[in-house]
């Protein structure tokens, strides 16, 4: 009877530690631990489902663990590109970084990484610019506020070539010239009424008087008011 009940126990232990095997081959490890927990208890201290149950609980440890790193690696991914997708490159580029240290083999993140720090260069280039471009068309409307309009032009030039076509300055550099043009134009007017008061005073030291009298004439012509 005991024979009999030894080889009873050896073929249930076998049947089962079959079912654990075939568990733990397709990846099943919590039936293939529970299994491997059955067959102890038909023969208790056996080496062969000690060592397998060892295995197969290291085993789903380790699936656990990468489970739960893929599922903090997406969730960072999904983070980082809803943050890409709002331009805020900034915190993209921390989540992008923070996904690449759970999985160091994979090659998205480090590309976004790249992409992201593209995009805030060329950002932190373009408020530069913007910078020096306000910075010269304040000088330009200052320029024009002392009538110096030979220098707001310079200035209002300086900034569209930071920035082509770029408002207020485009607008700005016309009303400048426009003024410039007006002030020479005044500037040469006031130079010919010199010239004319200059001429008709010496006609008259010379008694030239008819001479004299024509430079008057064309002087108040020219700027009536004096």
């Known amino acids: 009877e005991e024979i009999a009940a030894n080889k009873a126990k050896q073929e249930q232990f076998n049947e089962l530690m079959s079912e654990a095997d075939a568990f733990v ?57 809803q943050a890409f997708s709002t331009e805020n490159f900034e915190g993209a580029k921390s989540l992008y970084e923070q996904a690449s240290d759970v999985f160091p083999d994979e090659t998205y993140p480090k590309d976004q990484i790249t992409v992201c720090e593209s995009r805030l260069n060329a950002l932190a280039d373009a408020a530069e610019k913007q910078a020096a471009f306000d910075d010269l068309v304040a000088q330009g409307n200052e320029a024009i506020s002392s009538t110096d309009y030979e220098e707001a032009v310079e200035k209002y030039t300086e900034a569209l070539n930071i920035i082509p076509n770029k408002e207020p300055a485009l607008s700005k550099l016309a009303e400048a010239k426009g003024l410039l043009d007006e002030q020479l134009a005044e500037q040469q007017k006031q130079d010919n009424y010199n010239t004319l008061i200059s001429d008709a005073d010496d006609a008259l030291d010379n008694e030239d008087y008819d001479l004299a009298k024509s430079k008057y004439q064309e002087a108040k012509q020219l700027i009536p008011e004096e």
């Open 25 to 81: 081959g397709e990846e099943k490890y919590p039936e293939g631990i529970a299994t491997y927990e059955e067959a102890l208890t038909v023969i208790p201290g056996n080496s062969e489902a000690k060592s397998k149950l060892k295995k197969a609980q290291e085993a789903f440890a380790n699936l656990e663990e990468k489970a739960a790193k893929q599922a903090q690696y997406e969730e960072l991914i999904a983070s980082a590109d």
